[in-house]
């Protein structure tokens, strides 16, 4: 009798064994479908923080290439005091500008549109061969790098 209660024991171990191994590969395949949800989600999110990271680095580095040539533009007029010719940089410059972010988002495309009536003030004052040109340059020049510091300070506190 007691080899006919140890095969309905081992029986009934195997039943629960299995059981047991069931529930746990179910919740082993539950937990890790979910794990793997959050895993995809998770760097879904990492690569699209990097990604507005890039953009804001190179609208940064589009806006410092930018100071740079007005800075540019603002010395050889005032070394010179040849203003048409800092009147026709500026217009060249204008064309780039709009034809380069004609597409750009709306906040870039304001700021840009802010930048483009200071260039035109500029181009107008180069016009009429007034040395105000040069200063109208240097506010814009102060107000570009103001933006840069400001968007960098912005960005760190992120």
Do not use: C
Not at 20 to 36: I, P, T
Not at 50 to 59: A, M, P, R, T, Y
Not at 77 to 98: F, G, P, S
Request: aromatic share 4%.
């Amino acid at each position: 009798m007691e080899s006919g209660m140890t095969k309905t024991l081992a029986v009934v171990a195997i039943v629960l064994s299995i059981g047991a191994l069931s529930l746990s590969w179910v919740a082993y395949n539950r937990s890790g479908e979910d794990l793997e949800n959050q895993i995809e989600d998770a760097m879904e999110e990492s690569v699209q923080d990097v990604e507005e990271g890039l953009d804001e680095v190179e609208q940064g580095m589009d806006y410092l290439a930018l100071r740079a040539e007005i800075a540019g533009i603002q010395a050889r007029a005032e070394v010179a005091e040849e203003y048409t010719e800092a009147e026709a940089e500026i217009r060249i410059l204008r064309a780039d500008l709009a034809q380069e972010y004609s597409e750009a988002e709306a906040e870039v495309q304001r700021e840009l549109a802010e930048i483009d009536a200071e260039l035109e003030i500029a181009e107008q004052q180069f016009r009429n061969e007034s040395a105000d040109g040069v200063n109208t340059l240097e506010q814009l020049l102060e107000d570009l790098e103001r933006e840069i510091r400001e968007d960098g300070s912005s960005n760190q506190v992120n």
